[in-house]
């Protein structure tokens, strides 16, 4: 049929429906008023011919919707008329429609809240045009597993890269700058993040600014001081003002000029390390102490990423540019160990559309996997409760389905009526969830993240969380809907209109359905239990310090522009302002926060005293930096010898304090042995407890503590911590040591400002989220459960009330009326249970690796979690039984009769 | 023929026998159910629950017209008629109902 013939026919019978309905209508009346005509012609009496005309033509209103049917556009009217008859029978029971909308959406919605994370952090591609074409770089042994590579590289091999290769059209190198200091307009400094990137950063992206001009090669070479503003922080601090280009800022007191802005929406090229400012790699020699290590060829320290020339296949680029790696390391080789990395170490390229390699992403991606799966198993649980409301529902209609059916109408014409009713809850649903799962993202980041000033990834609605969505509400919809449809039609109509009470086999499923539910509520309580034992152990684990009575801030000198000396200088000013504040006990100082996962510190010794060990046996240690006083402000016992103190200068012979596990591997007493050998050995002068050194996950493990005011200046390449142990709560002095610091130095500002409780209580956030979402699940899966329960047991009741009035006339006690149900119930909330039992030893495994101190098994929380679901159950299962056993005999047999 | 035969009339047919009813001149929705009777000789009994629908097809894919008449006792009547893409669509499945008859036929044969 030509396509205008179709459109018209559409517009003539979906606009002109009134008049094509009427035509039709007059036109079947009249050939019926015709057919009587003719019988009265023949000689039948007015009734007869009338009967006689309608027998012969057959039921009118059945003709007519089949021949509207017939009509184009048909179906679409149909959906019409089915959509307003489903919302009108919804607007007459509120409560089943809010409630199957409400599970649904919350089901759907936190789905869908840990999808959009899933797919920010783990999916997603890169904002940049063409993300396929990019390729992420990395080194490794030759021969190690491919989990093993290297992300940092060095630069005189990537510089050769960038040089020579013709496969990548272009590669660039970006390495994090951390925390500097802007100044706009001679105002106050505020702290940002920096990236530094190599000069064709942007060109290989394709990107184009959003304002003014990118950085160039010839911007990186000379090491010009120009910085590009990222999109979020140019709308942030400058308001998105045109005249921001080309203003004069410092950065960390060095000047430097904005030249252009970023595209909305691109956070750089690592997943959940987003950045404000980028300059050029080379400009970096005017913001750091030392000289970068241009010419160290196996020094790693640059991320690296390129995009493929056209045409070129990644394993060609890989072969070409590893030929110039080993060539370029070998060229660039100045000492032996150089040569050694040279032959040893091969370059790989693997496919980066989703970024650089990301700690954020190799954090949570299982993380969030299993939080899909546990959100998943509730939706799931929301839609069979919602199935069995409606299997409930339709029962109720089955006088109304039957009389239609008797009266002519299709089959398929009721189920198409069912189906668009489930389909209308929905679509209702899905659009509340989509709401739902845009705020649900970003409270959980809230808490997943404690500390972050904004949003580690980007979290802008769009058509991905969209499809995935309506996609899971059409999912959800398949469940519920399509059953009690096709369940309500089954078997004829007159069958139906005699069987109020439904079919055993309906009880069956209504049976498995809830016991299914039962099963599962259980599961997740389980769960729930298991992260909440977890979280439990967590904090009785005992750290090694006292946690109580502790504030923590940071302090960075260099961000005031303090050089050398200067840096220790600072450091000493602060201790002493704070040490003058009442309330104050004692202050100190250290490089790695206890329970913080910035910096995590290792090396390795050899030469413990008089024993030395061979290389394979040396002892791998965490190290801190320390100032005098730390172990007596955090708790820590002093076993042997002593503190460090104002004696370890720079100038004092070098000395170093180990814990107790460390000091085992010494011969006899560590006090007055040598640790390590040649300048860097040191005396070992106390023995201190063990503690957890950067977690209280950790296992405690051998620490060596050296004097932070022995360090040389240019080995302080971290932001310390200073700890304050105070009479009363922590909290109380914060405001009274800040402004002892403003005044002995206005250039120094404290960040990170936290007590040692509040930094625990972060560094637990994920099992304090998994314990949450896990809660959740399961109060929400056991509340539906028992809301089926009830709504089985009620039923039930209702459905049996002449039968129970008959047993009550014979002398049955209203106990043996409430045992009677309950019994029925039991029998579902027992096998739900041992189900339910069975799916969590299973299931529990995958849960393995997120516990801690606990068996997967733990009876607490196995035995918990089946308590709270017969609690809920029993309360379900005895309100309608309590109600079976008030029923009056009299009024139960006159309903029968 | 039983009675239960006639309604298992297969759609393609009906429409066949709808377009050759049509074809000597314009009808009514009762006249073309008689018509249809009258050219098959009575095997064919069209009921009106299959015949309108088909008729409004037919219309709508464009092989007939439809025109409001005062019919020969004076009642209003739709009247239908072949339009030129329907006398031409007659031709076609004719030639092609021969040809499927012969096959079946000649299967029936052997």
């Not at chain 1, 950045?275 to 290590?293: F, G, K, N, T």
């Not at chain 1, 070998?330 to 050694?340: E, F, G, K, T, Y």
């Not at chain 1, 089926?788 to 009330?801: D, F, I, P």
């Not at chain 1, 979690?865 to 006159?894: G, Y």
Request: proline share 5%; hydrophobic share 50%.
């Amino acid at each position: 049929m030509p396509i205008f013939r179709t459109l018209r026919n559409l517009a003539r019978n979906l606009l002109l429906r009134g008049r094509v309905r009427r035509e039709i209508d007059e036109e079947l009346r009249g050939a019926l008023a015709a057919l009587e005509a003719e019988h009265r012609a023949a000689g039948l009496s007015d009734a007869d011919a009338r009967r006689a005309a309608a027998v012969a033509f057959g039921p009118i209103d059945a003709i007519k919707d089949r021949v509207g049917d017939a009509r184009t556009g048909a179906s679409l009217e149909t959906l019409a008329r089915d959509t307003r008859f489903a919302l009108r029978l919804l607007r007459r029971s509120p409560v089943f429609a809010a409630f199957a909308i409400a599970s649904l959406a919350l089901g759907i919605g936190a789905t869908a809240a840990i999808f959009f994370l899933f797919d920010a952090v783990v999916l997603r591609k890169l904002p940049v045009p063409d993300p396929d074409g990019l390729v992420v770089a990395s080194i490794g042994r030759a021969g190690a597993a491919a989990g093993t590579n290297n992300y940092s590289l060095p630069y005189p091999q990537f510089e050769a890269i960038a040089a020579r290769s013709r496969l990548l059209e272009g590669v660039f190198a970006v390495n994090p700058m951390g925390r500097v200091n802007v100044a706009a307009d001679g105002g106050q400094p505020e702290s940002a993040d920096g990236l530094f990137v190599s000069g064709d950063y942007y060109r290989t992206l394709r990107l184009a600014p959003a304002a003014g001009r990118f950085l160039t090669p010839d911007d990186d070479r000379a090491g010009r001081p120009v910085a590009v503003l990222n999109h979020a922080y140019w709308q942030r601090r400058f308001g998105g003002r045109t005249d921001a280009i080309g203003a004069a800022v410092t950065l960390d007191q060095v000047p430097f000029t904005i030249v252009g802005v970023e595209p909305e929406g691109f956070f750089g090229t690592e997943v959940g390390r987003p950045y404000d400012v980028a300059i050029p790699l080379r400009a970096s020699e005017s913001l750091s102490e030392e000289q970068p290590m241009w010419n160290r060829s196996s020094a790693t320290w640059i991320s690296v990423m390129g995009r493929l020339a056209p045409g070129a296949s990644l394993t060609a680029a890989e072969q070409e540019t590893q030929a110039i790696f080993a060539q370029a390391g070998l060229v660039a080789s100045r000492s032996a160990a150089d040569q050694q990395f040279a032959r040893e170490i091969t370059w790989r390229l693997e496919p980066g559309a989703r970024g650089n390699r990301s700690g954020l992403r190799q954090n949570y991606a299982r993380w969030l996997l299993l939080l899909l799966m546990l959100l998943g198993a509730v939706l799931l649980l929301a839609s069979l409760n919602v199935a069995t409301l409606l299997a409930a529902r339709t029962d109720a209609r089955r006088r109304e389905i039957a009389t239609r059916l008797a009266l002519g109408a299709g089959r398929g014409r009721v189920v198409r009526q069912l189906v668009t009713e489930a389909l209308v809850l929905a679509l209702a649903a899905g659009a509340i969830a989509f709401v739902i799962a845009v705020a649900g993202s970003r409270a959980l980041v809230a808490i997943a993240v404690p500390s972050a000033e904004r949003m580690p990834v980007q979290l802008v609605p769009d058509a991905r969380l969209f499809a995935f969505t309506f996609a899971a509400a059409i999912a959800a919809y398949l469940v519920f809907g399509l059953v009690p449809a096709l369940r309500a039609t089954r078997g004829g109509s007159l069958l139906v209109t005699r069987q109020v009470g439904g079919s055993p086999g309906h009880r069956r499923l209504d049976r498995t359905l809830v016991a299914s539910q039962v099963a599962l509520s259980l599961v997740l309580l389980v769960a729930a239990g298991l992260f909440l034992r977890t979280l439990e152990k967590l904090w009785a684990q005992n750290p090694g310090y006292q946690r109580t009575n502790v504030l923590m801030f940071s302090i960075e000198p260099h961000l005031a522009g303090r050089r050398g000396d200067e840096v220790p200088q600072t450091y000493r000013r602060v201790l002493d302002a704070a040490r003058g504040v009442p309330a104050v006990e004692r202050v100190t100082l250290s490089a790695v926060r206890p329970v913080s996962e910035n910096y995590y510190f290792v090396t390795s010794f050899r030469e413990l005293g008089a024993i030395t060990l061979p290389v394979e046996q040396r002892v791998r240690v965490a190290f801190n930096h320390v100032a005098p006083g730390y172990f007596a402000t955090l708790g820590v016992p002093v076993i042997a010898g002593r503190d460090f103190d104002d004696r370890d200068s720079r100038e004092a012979p070098k000395v170093a304090i180990v814990s107790e596990r460390m000091a085992r591997h010494f011969s006899g007493n560590p006090i007055g042995q040598r640790l390590g050998a040649g300048p860097g050995a040191r005396e070992v002068v106390g023995v201190v407890g063990d503690v957890r050194y950067a977690s209280v996950k950790d296992q405690p493990r051998e620490v060596v503590y050296m004097p932070i005011f022995q360090m040389a200046p240019r080995e302080i390449f971290y932001s310390p911590t200073v700890e304050i142990r105070s009479a009363g709560p922590a909290a109380a002095v914060l405001a009274s040591v800040r402004d002892a610091v403003t005044r002995a130095d206005p250039a120094i500002t404290l960040f990170d400002v936290k007590t040692l409780e509040t930094q625990t209580d972060e560094s637990f956030a994920r099992e304090r989220l998994l314990a949450l979402i896990a809660g959740y699940a399961g109060a929400f899966a056991v509340l539906l459960a028992g809301i089926g329960l009830y709504g089985l047991a009620s039923y039930s009741v209702l459905r049996r009330t002449p039968e129970i009035g008959l047993r009550m006339a014979l002398g049955a006690t209203p106990s043996a009326v409430r045992n009677l149900i309950v019994r029925e119930s039991a029998v579902t909330i027992g096998a739900g249970a041992a189900a339910g039992l069975c799916a969590a030893f299973l299931a529990v495994r995958l849960l393995r690796s997120q516990l801690f101190g606990i068996e997967p098994t733990d009876p607490v929380a196995l035995g918990g979690a089946v308590a709270v679901l017969l609690a809920i159950a029993a309360a379900a299962a005895c309100i309608p039984a309590v109600r079976a056993a008030r029923i009056d005999p009299l009024d139960a047999l006159r309903l029968d009769a | 023929m039983a009675k239960g035969d006639r309604a298992a009339l297969l759609q393609g047919t009906l429409d066949l026998l709808i377009l050759k009813a049509l074809s000597a001149g314009e009808l009514h929705g009762l006249g073309v159910s008689r018509r249809v009777e009258q050219i098959t000789g009575g095997t064919f009994q069209v009921q009106p629950g299959s015949l309108f629908p088909a008729l409004h097809r037919l219309e709508e894919a464009g092989w007939l017209t439809s025109a409001w008449r005062s019919s020969e006792n004076n009642r209003r009547a739709k009247y239908y008629a072949l339009t030129r893409t329907g006398r031409h669509q007659l031709g076609h499945e004719t030639s092609e109902w021969n040809r499927i008859a012969l096959a079946i036929a000649r299967a029936l044969e052997t």
